[in-house]
């Protein structure tokens, strides 16, 4: 590959055009922080009520083995997949905390256990972490893979300080299109429309992103958090179609609110046209109330976007938390 990766940039390395301070989103000016919005929000809230718990259906192992023309996408929660590309066994923004926050003792928890365990897992080679969110960054996850497996993580640029405190020192850290290649993969950070804070003195200190995983010809694209944009067709422009996008579809409402950094339903559908990819899973909804749509709204909408693109239903899917499906990958 023609780009080479940095392991430990300082946040402001670079003379990114998204850079000016702080990091900021393609084509926008920097932002300012969302604390004044966040309060009109939780102050006129009428969200949706959600059950305190969801049992989870049963369904078999994730498959030991994988043909070197598959890959198996095994749906956790939130924005978890376990993936076995080719063999290259993979985690996404993996959490398996109770709560998604600073503290064990509040803040968003779980209506949703996980769909597998950690325990339940073979070992992992590669962690992708798309942002420094703590329903993405899961700190305690983080550091028992890092004690268990010993994977290779990769997140974007100014997120290895956080992860350091996790005990994990060599992280690499990508920057936009910059890719970083294993002994038979690459990973491309890709741009998203989001934003990052841990507390309230480091907004958008570090970057956001998405990753386009490679194995031979094979491809899997996984989102993270994004709104909608032309960063898709550009991504596909770039680094061609995949053959799997791992696509967000929850915590969008209100649309006047949420619309900047987290698409709806409808837009992750015209995101799989745009990516060109062959099959979508959604995911993001579900597992942690942290916005107010309902539950089971995200699916249902999904299915409707999808029925008014004209789509297949096997184009783009939701999975049971704990399902595994495998998809083909071009030859």
Same mark, same amino acid.
């Not at 994977?151 to 100014?158: A, E, K, S």
């Not at 949420?258 to 597992?287: K, N, Q």
């Given at each position: 590959?023609?780009?080479?990766?940095?392991?430990?940039?300082?946040?402001?390395?670079?003379?990114?055009?998204? =850079?000016?301070?702080?990091? &900021?989103?393609?084509?926008?000016?920097?932002?300012?922080?969302?604390?004044?919005?966040?309060?009109?929000? /939780?102050?006129?809230?009428?969200?949706?009520?959600?059950?305190?718990?969801?049992?989870?259906?049963?369904?078999?192992?994730?498959?030991?083995?994988?043909?070197?023309?598959?890959?198996?996408?095994?749906?956790?929660?939130?924005?978890?997949?376990?993936?076995?590309?080719?063999?290259?066994?993979?985690?996404?923004?993996?959490?398996?905390?109770?709560?998604?926050?600073?503290?064990?003792?509040? !803040?968003?928890?779980?209506?949703?256990?996980? !769909?597998?365990? $950690?325990?339940?897992?073979?070992?992992?080679?590669?962690?992708?972490i798309s942002h420094?969110?703590?329903?993405?960054?899961?700190?305690?996850?983080?550091?028992?893979?890092?004690? /268990?497996?010993?994977?290779?993580?990769?997140?974007?640029? !100014?997120?290895?300080?956080?992860?350091? /405190?996790?005990?994990?020192?060599?992280?690499?850290?990508?920057?936009?299109?910059?890719?970083?290649?294993?002994?038979?993969?690459?990973?491309?950070?890709?741009?998203?429309? &989001? %934003?990052?804070?841990?507390?309230?003195?480091?907004?958008?200190?570090?970057?956001?992103?998405?990753?386009? $995983?490679?194995?031979?010809?094979?491809?899997?694209?996984?989102?993270?958090?994004?709104?909608?944009?032309? =960063?898709?067709?550009?991504?596909?422009?770039?680094?061609?179609?995949?053959?799997?996008?791992?696509?967000?579809?929850?915590?969008?409402?209100?649309?006047?609110?949420?619309?900047?950094? &987290?698409?709806?339903?409808?837009?992750?559908?015209?995101? =799989?046209?745009?990516?060109?990819?062959?099959?979508?899973?959604?995911? &993001?909804f579900g597992t %942690?109330?942290?916005?107010?749509?309902?539950?089971?709204?995200?699916?249902?909408?999904?299915?409707?976007?999808r029925r008014a693109?004209?789509?297949?239903?096997?184009? %783009?899917?939701?999975?049971?938390?704990?399902?595994?499906?495998?998809?083909?990958?071009?030859?």
């Amino acid at each position: 590959m023609d780009d080479s990766p940095l392991d430990h940039p300082a946040p402001h390395a670079g003379a990114a055009p998204y =850079h000016a301070g702080r990091f &900021h989103n393609p084509g926008a000016p920097p932002p300012r922080k969302r604390g004044l919005g966040f309060l009109r929000w /939780r102050l006129s809230a009428r969200g949706a009520a959600w059950p305190r718990q969801v049992p989870n259906s049963s369904f078999p192992p994730p498959p030991a083995d994988i043909a070197p023309d598959e890959v198996a996408a095994s749906f956790i929660g939130h924005a978890t997949f376990f993936l076995n590309l080719a063999g290259l066994r993979v985690l996404t923004d993996p959490i398996f905390s109770e709560r998604c926050s600073p503290v064990s003792w509040a !803040g968003p928890k779980r209506v949703r256990p996980p !769909g597998l365990r $950690l325990a339940d897992l073979p070992p992992i080679d590669l962690v992708l972490i798309s942002h420094c969110h703590y329903d993405h960054m899961d700190l305690p996850s983080l550091r028992a893979l890092a004690a /268990r497996d010993r994977p290779r993580f990769v997140t974007p640029l !100014g997120n290895a300080r956080h992860l350091a /405190r996790a005990g994990i020192k060599e992280a690499v850290e990508l920057d936009w299109w910059q890719s970083f290649e294993g002994t038979d993969w690459a990973v491309t950070a890709t741009p998203a429309r &989001h %934003f990052s804070a841990r507390s309230p003195f480091d907004f958008n200190r570090a970057l956001w992103a998405g990753f386009m $995983l490679r194995r031979g010809p094979g491809q899997v694209f996984f989102a993270g958090d994004s709104g909608a944009g032309p =960063h898709w067709a550009e991504i596909r422009a770039r680094l061609g179609a995949p053959d799997l996008a791992l696509l967000p579809i929850g915590a969008y409402e209100p649309r006047w609110f949420m619309a900047p950094v &987290h698409m709806d339903p409808a837009e992750a559908v015209a995101a =799989h046209l745009a990516l060109g990819a062959r099959h979508s899973v959604g995911m &993001h909804f579900g597992t %942690f109330k942290l916005t107010d749509e309902a539950i089971d709204a995200p699916p249902q909408a999904l299915a409707a976007a999808r029925r008014a693109a004209g789509l297949a239903p096997a184009s %783009f899917i939701v999975q049971g938390f704990g399902e595994t499906r495998v998809f083909p990958l071009r030859a």
